[in-house]
């Protein structure tokens, strides 16, 4: 089996050098080891202060080699992303880079903010989520999703980030200590091993600082609310009390600060850095920003409305003959609607800190220990609507809160459920009824999460004999994560406190009479006099949940450098290279909760949510050699391939393999050409293998309900709709439809192919210009196919019908009887095609005026297909948004600076921000009977975003910056809940992780070194 893999992966080679060989006679690129070097330039495939044109965004490149300065530091620590032998002339990997100045200029201090800018990342759990939200930050690349993307720690994994995803936190990076980010496109998993699919995110420390450095930065966020559009649909709003924001609020305020240091010893073989961080931000809601204050939805064809839940402050009643809502004592015909937009975080308040340190010290060349540690400590606490009963409760006829014209209605002949005998012998009715009520009473629902994360590297590395190194590891790291959510409902004290009887003339609980739960309080929704507080306070409940993630790594490997031994071809100047090592991984979560959340006794958590663990571990062995063919001659600048390949053998899902083959060649300096192929694996993780299943919000559409379905009848009955049901199945105003969700021990691996192509030309000093082509196609992949997408599956082409379940009332969301089968699974493939483009450009200014530089990072996307598997169509979302394509994706996007540096310790920049057009999928082949019929966003256009930079070095060692991102103020796209099919990451009526959501974002900053 490895024999056939080996040989697979160096054919692989063979053809992609053969057909790059052939097709490209003019093109390449130089490598700009002429350029300048400033302190603190990166290396390997940076944009660094040491390359003057690519010194000002996240550009594309072809990873020059070092400097013989880097080259000649003690430590050795060149970090090549994509490879592990020592680096070449030129990277066979595409890479996208952004270095230390890049991300001051941009201001932000969440590295998750300054990565969803670029046009390769694609959001998902970020700080402007709230429903939904884990508490963590997440690489999402080329919206693969965060459990393909790999993030690493100068070359090392970094730990999963929560029990819930497995997915690395990226707030256990210390931002201070950045030296630059490398962006991987494309598998890395012979090389890096398992969820290097979609690619890999490499954070390269400053290990070799040197001084003391102080900073600290505030920022404020500032929107105009001045919206017309939003202005006229809160006017107009059908839900009584909606308020409409008109002040220009300074909110959301920041504040961050870092010390570090680094000193060596005096014999330079020596060295250590360490850092501290703190960081904290204050809460935004939906209240403060105008196209925020309240739900939209779009089901009409004109226009939009404000929308909400049923789950009313004054409460909604659905009987078996009518829907009515509570009216000061009163029964009254049709619903009432609750504005639950209003009270959700746009930004959770977050507070951060961090430490750590890097260091090393060369006993002898051939014994050079080093370790690291890493500490972050994250709380954060998501406000959500307030809970309610939603629809939980029984409501008993003898109830003595009931009014005569409530009783007559709630318990008529056709709206009786059953009857009952309690402990006293006493017989009586209970009604029908499912009560809606808000508990605006208690205030909104707290979600506080604490994830405190400890990393630990020891390892010693070093030369063997002349030409053979080591490198030998041991790592350790863990999250420990804690949760409390307040202020929901227990279903329990809910029944309880709405079984009351008139006991000696006082509104009693049954359960205090007959002795079952003493301390339980009447709820009164019925008499118009409101609950009270003290029935609020024992309906509320509590639940807790703490869990720990742990990875463990042991990681050996040895380099062999050919050329010392003049093991070389004789048309090259550099020998052989091979690393060949073993790896031993080891994984497990823990996730413990209490009754209320294990029970699903809460009301407004969707259903229960148990506790789980999990383990497995995984053997692995991996080469890697790189041969240079031929370099310098006529027609032949540099001309390398690479292979590799992994063996891994899991205890969860067997043996899997992966391989690559790659070349570089370069005709003449300044022109260069590469080529790729990658076969990456992904095994399932812990949470997709053990996760437990659970019923709760998943979808946000059903083409059954409202009295005008968007699917025919015979196309509703394959979903378990029946011929009485047909046009009487009542739709959720809040677009919110129950789903069964978990994990699947069954999994097996997914396999990707990986195809990367890349171009670049330097065709004068100061000017550079690279394209990259990825082709990725991930099969068998592990995913939820979304409970929108097999409604439509079954009603357009009647697959995956089993999974449907109606309950009683034909709904998905009236009762935990009607929800959609989706747990994960094995099925289908997912694929995306596009070009990166990087353009770099400086020009100098002359010593008096300084120099103008200029740069683009843009994505150009061909396709994003799904194909959901057994038979199933595939559809392209490239282009598209919606309720089954999710969030925007547009077919271009681009970041663009424009930066002036002047010698007088001056510096401006300005950058633009363009996120392309999208139609929504509604009417698509992705979404063909969608209920998304409204023209209010049926197109999102293009957007733009300005922001602007300065800085200002006050002495040698004090530098001020500040600026203002979204300088214009340009608003989100408003979108409804109809087309917010991407849970969490669709938040105040947008997609808060594509758009800016809040308005401008103004910071300024010191920094001090010594």
């Known amino acids: ?49 040491s390359n003057p044109v690519a010194d000002n965004a996240s550009i594309p490149t072809m990873a020059p080699a070092p400097t013989a300065s880097e080259l000649a530091q003690p430590s050795g620590t060149i970090t090549v992303t994509g490879s592990r032998l020592p680096p070449g002339v030129t990277s066979t990997s595409p890479i996208t880079s952004v270095n230390a100045k890049e991300i001051t200029k941009q201001g932000y201090t969440r590295i998750e903010d300054m990565l969803n800018r670029m046009p390769q990342f694609y959001g998902t759990q970020s700080s402007a989520v709230a429903n939904g939200s884990s508490g963590t930050a997440n690489a999402n690349l080329r919206a693969l999703g965060a459990n393909r993307t790999l993030v690493l720690i100068n070359g090392r994994r970094l730990m999963p980030g929560d029990p819930s995803s497995q997915a690395a936190d990226l707030n256990a990076i210390p931002s201070s200590l950045i030296k630059r980010v490398d962006v991987l496109t494309g598998g890395a998993s012979a090389v890096y091993g398992s969820d290097a699919v979609a690619g890999v995110v490499n954070f390269i420390m400053d290990t070799d600082y ?61 060295h250590v850095v360490a850092y501290l961080g703190y960081r904290r931000q204050a809460a935004v809601t939906g209240a403060d920003r105008d196209y925020s204050s309240c739900a939209l939805s779009g089901t009409g064809t004109n226009g939009a409305y404000c929308s909400g839940s049923a789950t009313s402050t004054d409460g909604t009643v659905l009987l078996n003959d009518g829907v009515y809502h509570f009216n000061n004592g009163q029964l009254a015909s049709g619903s009432s609607s609750y504005n639950y937009a209003p009270t959700n975080n746009l930004q959770r308040p977050d507070q951060r800190y961090t430490a750590g340190f890097f260091a090393h010290y060369d006993v002898t060349d051939g014994f050079k220990p080093y370790a690291e ?23 008993n006829c003898d109830n003595p809160f009931l009014t005569s014209q ?107 009479i007959d002795g079952t739960d003493p301390n339980c309080v009447p709820y ?58 073993a790896e031993y991984r080891r994984e497990k979560m823990t996730y413990d909760v209490d009754y ?123 979903m378990g ?55 990725i196609k991930v099969k068998n992949i592990v995913s939820k196919l979304g409970a929108d997408n097999i409604l439509q599956l079954c009603g357009t082409q009647g697959r995956y019908c089993d999974r449907i379940h109606r309950d009683k009332y034909g709904s998905l969301w009236r009762t935990q009887a009607g929800y959609v089968d989706d747990v994960l699974m094995n099925i289908g493939s997912l694929a995306t095609r596009g070009v990166d483009f990087g353009v770099n450009y400086s020009y100098p200014l002359g010593n008096k005026y300084g120099s103008l530089s200029a740069s683009l990072n843009g994505t150009w996307l061909l396709n994003y297909k799904t194909n959901p598997g057994s038979g199933a169509s595939t559809y392209d979302c490239a282009g598209l948004y919606g309720a089954v394509c999710g969030m925007p994706m547009p077919k271009w996007r681009h970041q663009m600076r424009v930066s002036w540096d002047l010698p007088a310790g001056f510096g401006f920049s300005a950058m633009w921000r363009f996120v392309g057009g999208v139609k929504s999928d509604a009417g698509s082949t992705a979404n063909s009977y969608s209920s998304a019929k409204s023209s209010f966003d049926k197109k999102i256009g293009n957007v733009s975003y300005l922001d ?40 105040g009526n947008t997609y808060v992780t594509t758009y800016d959501v809040y308005g401008r974002y103004i910071f300024a900053g010191l920094s001090y070194d010594f």
């Open 1 to 49: 089996m490895i024999r056939r893999h080996l040989k697979n992966a160096f054919m692989t080679t063979g053809m992609v050098a053969g057909v790059i060989a052939w097709s490209t006679p003019v093109f390449a690129q130089e490598t700009l080891q002429d350029t300048p070097q400033q302190s603190g330039a990166s290396s390997v495939g940076s944009n660094s202060a």
């Open 210 to 270: 040197e001084g003391f450095h102080a900073d600290a930065q505030y920022n404020v966020l500032n929107g105009d609310n001045d919206s017309r559009t939003m202005r006229n649909i809160l006017r107009n709003s059908p839900i009584a009390g909606t308020k409409t924001p008109t002040n220009t609020p300074f909110d959301g305020w920041g504040f961050n600060a870092n010390l570090k240091f680094g000193a060596g010893t005096k014999d330079g073989r020596g």
């Open 373 to 395: 540690f890493q500490f972050m400590d994250d709380r954060s606490t998501a406000q959500l609507a307030p809970s309610g009963t939603f629809g939980y409760g029984v409501v």
């Open 406 to 512: 409530e009783s007559s209605i709630m318990c008529s002949a056709a709206n009786i459920d059953s009857s009952h005998v309690d402990a006293q012998g006493n017989t009586y009715n209970t009604s029908s009824a499912q009560i809606l009520k808000r508990n605006t009473e208690g205030g909104p629902r707290l979600n506080a999460m604490r994830h405190t994360s400890y990393r630990g590297v020891i390892g010693a590395k070093g030369e063997i004999v002349k030409g053979l190194t080591y490198d030998l590891y041991g790592q350790y790291g863990s999250t420990v994560y804690q949760n409390h959510f307040t202020r929901d409902f227990s279903q329990t004290k809910l029944n309880n406190a709405l079984n009351v009887v008139n006991y000696n003339g006082t509104a009693t609980c049954r359960s205090v």
């Open 524 to 581: 009164d929704i019925f008499s118009g006099n409101g609950p009270s507080q003290d029935s609020i306070n024992y309906i509320e409940t509590p639940a807790t949940a703490v869990g720990s993630t742990q990875e463990t790594v042991i990681s050996g490997s040895l380099t062999f450098d050919g050329s010392q031994y003049g093991v070389q071809l004789p048309t090259a100047s550099k020998g052989l290279g091979i690393n060949v090592g």
């Open 596 to 718: 209320e959340y294990a029970s699903g006794d809460l009301t407004g958590q969707g259903g229960a949510n148990p506790s789980s663990h999990g383990k497995y571990d995984v053997k692995e062995l991996f080469i890697e050699a790189q041969l240079p063919i031929m370099d310098h001659r006529r027609g032949v600048n540099e001309l390398t391939l690479t292979g590799g390949f992994r063996y891994s053998d899991y205890s969860s899902t067997g043996s899997v393999q992966s391989y690559k083959g790659q070349m570089v060649y370069s005709p003449v300096k300044g022109v260069a050409l590469r080529g790729g192929y990658n076969r990456a694996v992904r095994a399932p993780n812990i949470q997709e293998l053990y996760g437990p299943t659970a019923i709760g919000n998943d979808g946000s559409t059903d083409p059954c309900a409202g009295t005008s379905p968007t699917m025919s009848a015979s196309q509703c009955e394959l």
């Open 721 to 775: 709709v029946t011929a009485s049901q047909y046009g009487n199945v009542l739709s959720n105003p809040a677009s919110q439809y129950y789903g069964r969700q978990g994990g699947n021990p069954n999994l097996k691996p997914e396999t990707a192919n990986t195809f990367t192509g890349g171009i670049a030309l330097t065709p004068f000093h100061r000017f550079s210009f690279t394209a990259d082509f990825f082709d």
């Open 948 to 987: 602007l930079t300065a800085y200002y070095k006050v002495t040698d060692k004090v530098t001020l910056n500040a600026g203002v991102n979204n300088v214009v103020g340009t608003r989100p796209p408003l979108i409804t809940t109809q087309n917010g099919g991407a849970g969490g990451i669709y938040n």
